[in-house]
């Protein structure tokens, strides 16, 4: 007997109790959320933020966006990352999660640090892995930041993708009385469309 491959189903709708209780008032344990940082931790605070926007431009209200990103030294807290050339911060993890239903306007918003370079030759950057109805499978992009000029230019990831659509992944630095804000909308369709990659 031969076993067939499950069809594809589109991706949610989210329970977000489930993905992310205690945005959803709920008291339950979960892995990560919004806020990955701490007063022990090293590195420029900082607030990403932005909406998701479907075909139509109209904001998402059930989108889920996970971040994964270095620390402000360049290191990731994970077993393959062993370099002991740049300082890991135990109390980093630098993986965060934020749903787009339980904020006004549908936004999300991660409280992090400006991540470190990893590599030389290499821009600072976020990995945004997005999940939301209507997809068969997850995407992914990344968030470059606005005030990188140089690095940006010489990051060989950043660089491949054509000039005219770089603007989709910067992220745009604004001061705020809250602090440091970088403003990271994510199109899914049109002529703003995010760049993601296949990975």
């Known amino acids: 007997m031969r076993i067939k491959q499950t069809p594809s189903q589109t991706i949610g709708p989210f329970f977000h109790y489930g993905l992310n209780p205690l945005e959803a008032n709920y008291p339950h344990t979960q892995i990560t959320g919004s806020c990955l940082v701490s007063p022990k931790i090293e590195g420029e605070r900082i607030r990403l933020t932005g909406r998701v926007f479907d075909g139509k431009g109209v904001a998402v209200e059930d989108a889920l ?41 549908c936004h999300f918003s991660l409280y992090t640090i400006k991540p470190g370079s990893g590599q030389v030759g290499h821009a600072p950057f976020i990995s945004v892995t997005l ?69």
């Open 65 to 105: 966006v996970e971040i994964w990103q270095a620390n402000a030294a360049g290191r990731y807290r994970h077993p393959g990352d062993t370099r002991v050339d740049r300082a890991l911060d135990y109390d980093f993890s630098g993986f965060g999660r934020c749903g787009t239903g339980m904020h006004e306007g």
């Open 131 to 199: 999940f939301m109805r209507g997809l068969l499978n997850h995407v992914y992009t990344r968030v470059y930041f606005d005030d990188e000029v140089a690095a940006n230019a010489a990051d060989p990831v950043f660089s491949s993708v054509d000039e005219k659509r770089q603007s989709t992944i910067l992220a745009k630095r604004r001061d705020s009385r809250e602090g440091v804000e970088y403003v990271f909308d994510i199109h899914m369709q049109g002529d703003q469309e995010t760049v993601f990659f296949d990975l």
